[in-house]
């Protein structure tokens, strides 16, 4: 535990994962957001600094874990003037969902300066990132992901190493992927069930026994039902992570018309204003008397 740990994005995963670090006897130096305020009650809960430069944040750490929202953001704290100026030495373990080039771009990038790379991509959520039960996929250098492992750890239930950099967020996409056509499948079924005038709570039972059940009409059902659409991966995130899919799929010359459809589903959750609701939210474009 000799390692000293800095986050920069500490929203509602980074902060969870800089909690449970903390919690696991890390000393978390430094937390670094663009929303000031977060980084600054964060820093005050856990005893951290929070520093104004990406740079300082680098020199109070030996492993900083990136936590940010895409492409742009991550192209923009990889600069020898923010992250990796006086890198030499240093890891950086990224954790964001964005596009494998760009995970293969900061790792040049980093070992330019001198410094290592890693993707630890999530599958899971904000619960799981608090209680140290994350499932993680890692990328990159073999010798990265073994000075890694004994952080992630302590952030995770289980862990997959899936070879070089770009692989996890490759694998991260496809799983995304998955995940957000079972949740506009199932919102379409339960929104039809309702329209039958079916009880919603029987047929989810039904669902639960059959070809029907996933892992999705656990987390999300009875959340369609109620209405209950609390943010723990939003429709905003989905609408990315399904684009990031689709524009591998094109690049491997396939048609993947399910994965376009629940794209244009989620585009159209954001385009309403829906977009910083669960992914669950899908239910309100196909419930009836919902989506106003």
């Not at 964060?42 to 990136?66: C, K, R, W, Y």
Request: hydrophobic share 45%.
């Amino acid at each position: 535990m000799s390692e000293r740990i800095a986050f920069v994005g500490v929203g509602r995963m980074g902060a969870n994962m800089a909690r449970r670090l903390k919690d696991r006897g890390y000393t978390v130096t430094a937390v670094y957001d663009r929303v000031r305020e977060a980084a600054a009650s964060l820093a005050e809960e856990i005893g951290a600094a929070a520093p104004e430069n990406l740079s300082e944040v680098t020199a109070a750490a030996d492993v900083i874990f990136t936590v940010v929202t895409d492409d742009a953001a991550m192209r923009e704290i990889f600069t020898p003037g923010a992250l990796l100026k006086d890198a030499t030495g240093k890891l950086f373990v990224n954790c964001a969902t964005v596009s494998p080039e760009v995970h293969q771009e900061v790792e040049r990038r980093a070992e330019a300066a001198g410094a290592q790379s890693l993707e630890a991509s999530m599958a899971s959520s904000i619960t799981q990132a608090r209680e140290g039960t994350l499932y993680l996929m890692a990328a990159g250098k073999e010798a990265a992901f073994e000075r890694a492992e004994p952080i992630l750890r302590e952030l995770s239930l289980s862990m997959r190493y899936v070879g070089e950099a770009g692989k996890a967020a490759q694998v991260k996409a496809l799983v995304n992927m998955v995940m957000n056509i079972n949740t506009a499948g199932l919102a379409e079924g339960l929104g039809l069930g309702a329209a039958l005038g079916i009880d919603l709570n029987v047929l989810r039972e039904i669902f639960s026994q059959t070809g029907a059940n996933s892992r999705v009409l656990e987390t999300d059902g009875e959340d369609m039902v109620k209405r209950d659409h609390d943010c723990y991966f939003s429709a905003a995130h989905a609408a990315k992570d399904s684009g990031i899919a689709l524009e591998l799929g094109k690049k491997a010359g396939l048609n993947l018309p399910l994965a376009a459809a629940t794209k244009a589903q989620y585009d159209e959750m954001v385009a309403r204003g829906f977009g910083e609701l669960d992914k669950s939210g899908i239910a309100e474009l196909t419930f009836p008397g919902r989506g106003k």
